[in-house]
């Protein structure tokens, strides 16, 4: 008798049982369950976060004590010729890095997908694996083997050109002030183009096959389904996918440092916030490493992500949840 | 309009061009690794054969670094670190789906700020933490910082699974009377089983292959991961391209070995729900 209830009702059990337990049991359990992840989650991802921005109003003296001076490390930052120079060189070259994914990854992605989800493609699940598998690499190792194909030493890139009849094209791309920003751009879209893939290609999976074949009939063809019905109905995850792009920009550090090391050479030409916050903060060759400055880069970084992220969720994705299905 | 063969042709030489793209630096790395050093000048795209066939770049690599320990370290960090995330990830996402509570919202908002803001912008104060706790320059550091970035996104994809569970296996369970902590853990941490390869590829993977805690909190060369070990190999023996090769192969291929085992699990994980 009591299970058929149960079954008819299904949220009453679990109020009934929550609300007869005692307050201090129920309090005890959520302890239990949301403790350990609170706990750690709190202590050394929100705390560290909120500590950075405290230190970037300290400044330390010669002694290594700290003073607190309010907004004096950010005024330093921005106007400074010798911090501002270098940062706004950083952040715009952040910004290309930026660019140069949402302009080649991002489409090359939702082309992949769209090819991939065409009904009755053969093999496409190896084509998937194959073209996922350099996201799951390392970035030092990608970086890192990308710097010997791209060598004028080995000249395997240089081989690849004149076997086209392009051999003139080829140039030390990553060794060219230039050059060097895009090429390590590129490098990092040639391994990053499965997520964009796999996000897309899971959501045109989940277009309801009703509105495919309504469009089949109306004698529609692939490319015009894919563009004027699929690609509309994916722009929540187009939005979703810009903005994992954006904030995966500032873990760009990886591949900087790999490649070309914390200079970000040449003469800065690579260096991107995430680089700058390494010197800063760290140290490299001659500088000593500036904690508190380090701290005011990092909060600067906090509050161009916050814009990003805001942007995203008040903007992009309100106006795009009208589309959803 | 084409006709359906010739359409067909054209999709997979497009495909297999990018496939090529993607597959090609990988494969030229690992083949040069087991030749000679003249043949990898010589012919770098040539496989290689009876008489160029050589390992010297693996005996150098194993001879002048730690290259076992690097595979130790990062074995038994991402490990424990999967555990934990895993574990403690699944229970905040039951308790937050299952039980609503006053602000079990704004704890999930709190939760889910991790996801956006990436945790290294806190590196500052986490170094000057684990220093204070005498903490820096071991894996214990590594694993307390990698659970912490890796729970947000694990709490959002676990809730999503927990969702799907249908209610009627925890009200049976309810109603014959069995404590809500056994529900949990033996009635619906096994149906989260399918979600692992998920967050595997959202957060474990990021994990082992980190370059920025590793070099910011490990100084010493017996506390490096093989990401780092490896970054600071080739750093060392840049003009040594036998080992350099070695290197990046060693690093390469248990990372291949495990994704071709496991593709079907991962790529289904990211796109779980979307196959109906």
């Known amino acids: ?325 | 309009m084409l006709n359906q063969p010739a359409r067909s042709l054209g999709v997979h030489i497009i495909l297999i061009a990018y496939s090529a793209l993607a597959l090609g630096p990988i494969l030229l790395v690992v083949m040069n690794s087991f030749k000679a050093r003249n043949a990898i000048f010589g012919a770098p795209l040539a496989p290689p054969n009876a008489t160029t066939f050589s390992l010297v770049g693996y005996a150098k690599v194993f001879k002048a670094s730690l290259i076992g320990t690097y595979f130790a370290n990062s074995l038994i960090v991402t490990l424990v670190s999967m555990f934990l995330v895993l574990l403690f990830g699944a229970m905040a996402a039951w308790a937050l789906t299952e039980y609503k509570f006053r602000g079990s919202t704004a704890l999930a908002l709190f939760l889910s700020i991790g996801i956006m803001v990436p945790i290294r912008l806190g590196s500052v104060a986490i170094l000057k933490m684990m220093r204070a706790a005498g903490l820096n320059d071991t894996l214990t550091a590594l694993i307390l910082v990698y659970v912490a970035q890796g729970l947000p996104m694990s709490i959002f994809i676990l809730s999503e699974f927990v969702q799907q569970i249908p209610k009627d296996l925890r009200d049976a369970a309810r109603c014959d009377g069995v404590p809500e902590t056994r529900i949990f853990f033996e009635v619906i941490a096994p149906l989260l089983r399918p979600a692992i390869a998920t967050v595997a590829v959202f957060t474990i993977v990021p994990i082992w292959n980190d370059l920025w805690f590793p070099l910011i909190l490990t100084s010493s060369d017996s506390t490096h991961t093989i990401t780092l070990g490896v970054q600071q190999f080739l750093g060392q023996y840049i003009t040594d391209w036998n080992s350099v090769l070695a290197a990046l192969s060693m690093a390469i291929l248990p990372v291949v070995a495990i994704y071709v085992i496991f593709s079907r699990q991962l790529i289904s994980g990211l796109t779980a729900g979307a196959v109906k």
Request: charged fraction near 10%; aromatic fraction near 14%.
């Open chain 1, 1 to 325: 008798m009591r299970g058929s209830f149960a079954k008819r009702t299904m949220a009453e059990p679990l109020s009934q049982v929550v609300a007869s337990m005692p307050r201090g049991r129920f309090l005890a359990l959520m302890a239990l369950f949301l403790g350990p992840a609170v706990a750690i989650y709190t202590l050394f991802s929100i705390y560290p976060l909120i500590a950075t921005m405290a230190l970037s109003t300290y400044t330390t003296d010669s002694s290594g004590a700290y003073q607190f001076v309010g907004l004096v490390n950010f005024v330093t930052l921005l106007t400074d010729a010798v911090w501002s120079k270098p940062f706004w060189n950083a952040a715009w070259n952040n910004l290309v890095f930026f660019a140069v994914h949402m302009l080649v990854q991002n489409p090359i992605g939702i082309a992949l997908a769209g090819l991939l989800s065409l009904p009755g493609l053969k093999l496409k699940s190896l084509y998937r694996t194959v073209i996922f598998l350099p996201t799951m690499l390392s970035v030092v190792i990608v970086g890192f083997s990308w710097n010997l194909i791209l060598s004028p030493l080995w000249g395997v890139a240089e081989g690849a050109l004149k076997a086209v009849g392009l051999g003139s094209w080829f140039a030390p791309w990553l060794g060219l002030p230039s050059t060097a920003l895009v090429t390590l751009a590129l490098i990092s879209v040639w391994q990053f183009v499965g997520i964009p893939m796999m996000l897309i290609y899971a959501a045109l999976l989940n277009i309801p096959d009703e509105l495919i074949d309504a469009a089949r009939v109306d004698g529609l063809g692939h490319f015009r389904i894919f563009w004027h019905i699929k690609l509309p109905l994916v722009l929540p995850t187009i939005g979703l996918v810009s903005i994992l792009t954006f904030v995966g920009n500032f873990n760009a550090f990886d591949l900087i440092y790999t490649v070309k090391g914390a200079l970000a050479g040449p003469n800065f030409a690579s260096d991107i916030l995430g680089t700058f916050f390494y010197r800063t903060f760290f140290g490299f060759q001659l500088q000593l490493g500036n904690p508190t400055m380090g701290a005011a880069v990092a909060t600067v970084m906090f509050f161009i992500i916050l814009a990003g992220v805001c942007l995203y969720l008040f903007i992009v994705q309100r106006r795009l949840r009208r589309y959803a299905f």
